[in-house]
Nanobody, 122 residues
Framework: QVRMVESGGGSVQAGGSLRLSCVVSGDTISYRCTAWFRQAPGKEREGVAHLDSTDSTRYADSVKGRFTIARDNAKNTLYLQMDNLKPEDSAMYYC????????????????WGQGTQVTVSS
């Protein structure tokens, strides 16, 4: 029933920006723990940004100050604004949703999108 579709990935040069979108159907994201994760070949999955129902946010140290997680409740869409991109940001990015509203896990989410590829060149 829950469906999450990411978009907005692509190829950019270092220093550039991208905004990822995740359109959610079947649940209301304003009531839920939400997050963006990424995974590159040969690396473990990394939680990059988290947003809960109280608007509390958490960011991985590697992206803090460069990435911003936000949502549009009217569109039931989660966003990840990525600025000053670096080659090490290259990965498949996934949005995630959990049934919790707060005290969100940093790793354990129930629903996942299929991913959108981000490639950052030097």
């Amino acid at each position: 029933q829950v469906r999450m579709v990411e978009s907005g990935g692509g190829s950019v040069q270092a220093g550039g920006s991208l905004r990822l979108s995740c359109v959610v159907s079947g649940d209301t994201i304003s009531y839920r723990c939400t997050a963006w994760f990424r995974q590159a070949p040969g690396k473990e999955r990394e939680g990059v940004a988290h947003l809960d129902s109280t608007d509390s946010t958490r960011y991985a140290d590697s992206v803090k100050g460069r990435f911003t997680i936000a949502r549009d409740n009217a569109k039931n869409t989660l966003y990840l604004q990525m600025d000053n991109l670096k080659p090490e940001d290259s990965a498949m990015y996934y949005c995630a949703l959990d049934s919790r509203a707060a005290w969100c896990s940093l790793t354990d989410y129930r629903y996942w999108g299929q991913g959108t590829q981000v490639t950052v060149s030097s």
